[in-house]
């Protein structure tokens, strides 16, 4: 029962991420578009290209883990890599 509860732990932690990602993204879009300047098309174009880069990332890493080498193998340095790039802007310096 516990590694059920554990894989399903994970699992949901990894959709949790990525509604966060994108729940900042609408919090964080005006913002952005003022720090840098952006046009209400390059605000367009940034927001849309999160959301694309998302739905190629699914359908690549979907291929990989049903066809090629198991979820848990694509899931894992996945997550891994969202902590460390988390970790990175967390220490970026602000100048």
């Not at 894989?7 to 578009?33: H, P, R, V």
Request: glycine residues 10%; negative net charge.
């Amino acid at each position: 029962m516990l590694p059920s509860l554990l894989f399903i732990a994970i699992a949901l932690g990894g959709m949790f991420l990525n509604t966060y990602d994108l729940g900042e993204l609408a919090f964080g879009i005006k913002n952005m578009a003022r720090e840098f300047s952006l046009t209400l098309d390059a605000t367009g174009m940034v927001a849309s290209t999160i959301t694309f880069s998302a739905i190629g990332g699914a359908f690549f890493s979907g291929y990989l883990t049903d066809n090629k080498i198991g979820r848990y193998r694509v899931f894992m340095p996945d997550m891994l890599f969202f902590v460390l790039a988390a970790l990175a802007c967390t220490f970026a310096s602000n100048e």
